[in-house]
């Protein structure tokens, strides 16, 4: 059985460890500056690919991890790490 976050997408699946061990540490940097962002394009993305619109999902994505490299850059740099 698959898990319900994989859809069949092998990259989703090799990457969740990925995921699961990182996303601790961005909110640690990041002072959990990233949650709202985080859920808000994921939705985002995930609304684009109901509708069958990978430019959108696309997009979603590219800006979600553009924006998490700016905060997460921010946040090293204040804390100094």
């Given at each position: 059985?698959?898990?319900?976050?994989?859809?069949?997408?092998?990259?989703?699946?090799?990457?969740?460890?990925?995921?699961?061990?990182?996303?601790?540490?961005?909110?640690?940097?990041?002072?959990?500056?990233?949650?709202?962002?985080?859920?808000?394009?994921?939705?985002?993305a995930a609304d684009a690919i109901e509708a069958h619109n990978p430019t959108a999902a696309h997009d979603a994505?590219?800006?979600?991890?553009?924006?998490?490299?700016?905060?997460?850059?921010?946040?090293?740099?204040?804390?100094?790490?």
């Amino acid at each position: 059985m698959k898990p319900p976050w994989d859809g069949g997408n092998l990259v989703v699946t090799r990457l969740m460890g990925v995921f699961k061990a990182s996303v601790p540490l961005f909110i640690d940097v990041t002072g959990k500056k990233l949650v709202e962002e985080t859920i808000h394009t994921h939705h985002g993305a995930a609304d684009a690919i109901e509708a069958h619109n990978p430019t959108a999902a696309h997009d979603a994505m590219y800006l979600h991890l553009a924006y998490n490299r700016n905060m997460i850059v921010e946040g090293t740099q204040t804390k100094g790490i």
